[in-house]
């Protein structure tokens, strides 16, 4: 396969530089299999959030740009949907070894770009992405229809047949994982597929592009940069998308999914989340503390969908919890997202960071809320400028309290006490969003019981694991529409079923 890196601008071979590289990805797209500048030849600056420093420029599609890819995927999909889908499986297989070889260096750079710990959070998403490919490149042989009995005298069997051109719009918390569950279904199951990137966070995501599209043929896999009403609206309404799959906010989904249905074109959406962790009086306090951390994505500053931002503690052992969890945190150290000791790093923008600081200001301000600010704000004078928060742990707060009924994404969680297991279920329940819960208790027919009467698409036991391939995922109510993260996603969500009828009567 041709390599695809511009002479002189990125390397071949993985580099740990990671401004350089940030730098030589800069002011273009990636269009049938290579850097494309913008039609406009406008970019827009990415900032580094832990420092303030501009570390490079995104181009700035817009509709032409969109118009291009389209057309050069349109293309490129007719061939792909001929080649044999164990041979498609094979060359996304192909991709995930290759994406292994850049693990540290897209570790780096997204931590450059996202403020994200590298040791905590950046390598980890790196590691997962590859490991996401590695999964569906294996799933080429189940693209399988069904024999139907009708009659005798007539064949009737079922084909899967791919879709067509995918338009996949990705957010910014973790970018490289969520594109990973768009395109690698997608081109398993015999599509072509353009992404728009988030505007925070186009780097790393390009850089993928890049790599794969060595192991590709050309024009299968496009990046686009942009906004949404520039560059994302165009994708999604182009008469040749055939899907939207896109995860972000409820409010822009909503249009996302009006957009979709004008064009009558399936779509997948991925939405917030105000997802309730339940911790009953058995279950182990150390434990069930150091769960806490990780279902609150502390170290990814909150800034996750399925973060445990209501926790329900039984009233028995709410205090010895809250004081545990509020020294854990505040042992965890934040700094700079490249060194190796920083347990936590920054909001990924000053828009974000504005919006969080309001939620944690409107806390401190309620009668009888109980405020505890955790961990330390760096002290480096180079990260001065960077959008730090300290965690924030609240209790005393109402059930009415917009920090117990929004989205925050950020890294605030809210305590309550509670006695009655049907009572906190109703609490739990009492929400718009149905992504995700956790339950904690050492009672399986407890925790059973609850599983099956919350209202959220995932819900785990004594556990609050992050997306895992093979699992199926996706919410109810307003967290979305769709699944994704599984064989289950891929057939049912990037393909569609035909029915062939042969008479031999």
């Known amino acids: 396969m041709p390599d695809t890196a511009i002479p002189g601008r990125t390397p071949s071979a993985p580099t740990l530089d990671e401004k350089a590289l940030a730098r030589a990805l800069s002011g273009h797209h990636f269009i049938g299999g290579r850097f494309v500048p913008p039609a406009s030849g ?8 832990a420092t303030g420093e501009q570390v490079a420029e995104a181009a700035l599609g817009d509709a032409a740009d969109v118009a291009n890819a389209v057309e050069v995927a349109a293309k490129a999909q007719k061939e792909w949907a001929r080649v044999p889908a164990r041979k498609r499986g094979a060359l996304v297989g192909e991709c995930a070894r290759v994406l292994t070889e850049h693990v540290e260096e897209l570790g780096r750079l997204i931590a450059l770009e996202t403020g994200k710990a590298l040791r905590t959070e950046s390598r980890v998403e790196a590691n997962v992405v590859a490991d996401i490919f590695a999964f569906y490149g294996g799933l080429g042989s189940e693209l ?16 899967r ?8 719009i990705i957010p910014w918390n973790v970018p490289m994982l969520l594109m990973a569950l768009k395109v690698a279904p997608a081109l398993v199951a015999g599509n072509a597929v353009v992404v728009k990137s988030a505007e925070e966070a186009p780097l ?3 850089r993928i592009c890049e790599i794969l599209n060595r192991v590709l043929p050309p024009g299968l896999f496009n990046i686009l940069s942009g906004f949404g009403p520039e560059c994302g609206a165009p994708l999604v309404e ?3 998308v055939r899907k ?3 995860t972000g906010s409820v409010e822009v989904g909503r249009i996302v999914g009006q957009a979709a249905a004008k064009k009558i074109v399936p779509v997948t959406l991925e939405l917030g989340g105000k997802s309730p962790m339940i911790v009953f009086d058995d279950a182990d306090l150390e434990t069930t503390v150091t769960g806490a951390i990780t279902s609150m994505r502390f170290t990814r500053q909150g800034q996750s969908c ?12 709410f205090d010895a919890f809250t004081e545990k969890l509020a020294a854990k945190v505040d042992a965890m150290v934040m700094g700079d997202p490249l060194d190796e000791k920083t347990d936590i790093g920054t909001i990924i923008s000053q828009g974000q960071f504005e919006k969080v600081q309001g939620f944690i200001e409107e806390g401190k301000a309620t009668k009888g809320a109980v405020a505890r600010a955790c961990s330390r704000m760096p002290t480096d004078p180079a990260l001065k400028k960077g959008l730090f928060i300290q965690p ?3 209790s005393g707060l109402t059930r009415e309290s917009r920090l117990v009924r929004e989205e925050i994404f950020g890294p605030v969680t809210v305590l309550f006490p509670f006695n009655d297991w049907q009572a906190v279920l109703a609490e739990a329940n009492d929400s718009e969003y149905g992504l995700a819960a956790s339950v904690w208790t050492n009672n399986l027919r407890v925790g059973l019981r609850m599983a099956h009467a919350l209202e959220a698409g995932l819900v785990q036991i004594n556990q609050n694991l992050v997306v895992q391939a093979n699992l199926s995922y996706g919410g109810i109510k307003s967290s979305g529409l769709g699944k994704e993260a599984s064989l289950e996603a891929m057939l049912e969500h990037f393909m569609h079923k035909k029915t062939i009828m042969v008479n031999m009567g």
């Open 244 to 246: 939207v799959t896109f």
């Open 306 to 317: 399925t973060a445990a931002s209501r926790i329900y503690v039984h009233e028995k052992i």
């Open 392 to 394: 924030h742990i609240f």
């Open 161 to 168: 047949e791919p879709l067509g051109v995918v338009g996949a």
């Open 144 to 159: 399988k229809g069904e024999t139907v009995p009708f009659h005798p005298d007539v064949l009737s069997v079922t084909v």
């Open 238 to 240: 182009h008469p040749k």
């Open 204 to 206: 790393a995501v390009l």
């Open 42 to 49: 406008k970019t827009f600056p990415i900032v580094n959030p």
